[in-house]
């Protein structure tokens, strides 16, 4: 094999292969010497048969695994000696090959960059701690009252406002005709809780027992059923019974209901599950700092490839969220890879380079620092999927069992998490009490934060952004990170 370096400038590589043709004539013969061991061929006993006789029946698609075969093997050997660890899967070109000619193919690659994490010294971090006060347990409280209210029947001149419930006969028309799903009796509909189609229960307001409303709405663009997605309808109502709600008592009766035992039960329950709502937050807020901390200490070349694979993340992303809300409509997409907004693009651009940046790192400090990701918290996280399905959890087990890459993209979170957990051990942590409302608004605005330049439509001007290093989140990674030498598989898309 010769090799010859037609390009190196920053992480590009591109080289030209060159395989002479005895090599590939003794790949050849002895894929044919395998074959005619086993070949039953009229007129000969197995392994009898001659050599040309088997190169003029299956010497052409032998020749295709030989050139195949000799590809491969040659361009993991190229990397081996030169000690190049490449980003994505290489480009390789052949150039036109004839028999008994020497093969030739060009090589090109991005390579993973060396990041110098030897003298990594953890940053100073500030966490952020909320307490959970009885005033907390006791908005719970009132929230779980609300939530078991009952109605009672209204007196029959009562007129239903919000907070109400109207028990209703109905049936939608659109252009006249009823439709299927649109008829229902008897059925007890709250007044402003946002169950029905918008704007059908604000003009229910105001009607009382006995009266006959007509209802008219238009079907959001993006309904459930694509029948009725952005039609106007009419339903005709009858309100049979206005009824007020009576929130439930806040006592040993409402805990009992609940499955526990009394109240001071509940009130235990409650403080125990916002301790860890709360501990989740602050584990996100501190894992931000962090995160925006390494991206100001750390600056070096990321592959251009996974950066675009990043963008296109990001784009698949803007596309789903604006389709999802209605904001769009697929043909505002059609033949568009990016906004057409160059400061826009630009600006997505950056933050994919961020996100593949801190991916890189991670993936380096984790490596350096031996952390693993045992099989039995990948398994877990298989369970964990399978629940999600009920009845197919066979099927899902198998799924990842024969799915080398869908196990990998399971380990990658798991293996970011633990790389975060250990720059977390090492750092000095100064920790600051915080009101629960704090630290929610904190980890609120991060969010939306976040959520902010894959929330548009794509015919909309863009609003105000946060800066490109504010722009991943803690579960965010590049869309497709390789694994450094001994590092697990990286995700193959970003969470989000």
Do not use: C
Not at 83 to 107: C, F, H, I, N, Q
Not at 246 to 265: F, H, Q, S, W, Y
Not at 365 to 370: L, M, Q
Not at 396 to 402: A, G, L
Request: proline share 4%; no cysteine.
């Amino acid at each position: 094999m010769q090799i010859e370096e037609l390009l190196n400038k920053g992480l590009k590589r591109e080289f030209k292969v060159t395989v002479a043709a005895s090599d590939l004539d003794a790949r050849l013969d002895k894929i044919l010497e395998e074959f005619r061991a086993t070949a039953r061929i009229k007129g000969f006993r197995p392994g009898k048969a001659p050599i040309s006789l088997l190169r003029k029946m299956h010497g052409e698609r032998a020749k295709g695994q030989v050139i195949s075969e000799t590809m491969q093997e040659t361009s993991t050997k190229l990397f081996e000696e030169k000690s190049l660890r490449p980003a994505l899967r290489p480009e390789v070109e052949m150039g036109d090959y004839k028999d008994g000619s020497d093969l030739e193919y060009t090589l090109k690659v991005e390579l993973l960059p060396e990041v110098d994490v030897e003298k990594f010294k953890a940053p100073a971090l500030e966490r952020w701690i909320a307490e959970v006060s009885d005033a907390d347990i006791e908005t719970t409280l009132e929230r779980i009252a609300s939530q078991q209210k009952s109605f009672k029947a209204a007196a029959k001149t009562a007129k239903a406002k919000s907070g109400d419930a109207v028990l209703i006969d109905y049936v939608g028309r659109i252009d006249g005709e009823a439709f299927s799903g649109g008829t229902a009796e008897g059925h007890q509909l709250e007044l402003g809780s946002g169950t029905f189609i918008p704007g059908f229960e604000d003009q229910l307001i105001g009607a009382k027992a006995g009266e006959e409303k007509i209802v008219k709405v238009t079907f959001p663009a993006q309904y459930q059923s694509a029948d009725l997605a952005g039609k106007e309808a009419e339903f005709t109502v009858t309100v049979q019974e206005v009824r007020t709600a009576t929130e439930a008592k806040v006592d040993d009766e409402m805990a009992k209901n609940l499955g526990l035992d009394d109240l001071a039960a509940l009130k235990e329950t409650i403080k125990s599950q916002l301790e860890n709502d709360n501990n989740g937050l602050t584990r996100a807020h501190m894992k931000r700092a962090l995160l925006d901390a390494l991206a100001d200490e750390y600056s070096f070349e990321v592959p251009a490839g996974m950066v675009d694979l990043e963008y296109k993340q990001i784009w698949e992303q803007i596309k789903r969220d604006a389709l999802m809300s209605g904001e769009a409509k697929p043909e505002d997409f059609e033949g568009k890879d990016g906004p057409e907004d160059a400061a826009e693009a630009e600006e997505f651009r950056s933050i994919a380079e961020r996100r593949v940046r801190l991916g890189l790192l991670l993936s380096e400090i984790g490596v350096k620092n031996e952390v693993q990701v045992t099989q039995e918290e990948v398994n877990r996280r298989i369970i964990e999927e399978a629940r999600r399905y009920p009845g197919q959890e066979a099927q899902v087990f198998e799924f990842y069992q024969k799915n080398e890459e869908a196990r990998a993209q399971l380990r990658a979170p798991i293996f970011e998490e633990k790389v975060v957990d250990f720059v977390i051990e090492q750092s000095k942590v100064t920790d600051k009490t915080v009101t629960r409302e704090e630290l929610d608004a904190a980890v609120r605005a991060i969010d939306e934060e976040d959520a902010n330049p894959v929330k548009k439509p794509a015919k909309k001007a863009a609003a105000k952004k946060p800066a490109a290093k504010k722009a991943d989140t803690a579960e965010k990674a590049p869309a497709k990170k390789p694994a450094a030498k001994k590092a697990p598989a990286k995700k193959a898309a970003a969470k989000k």
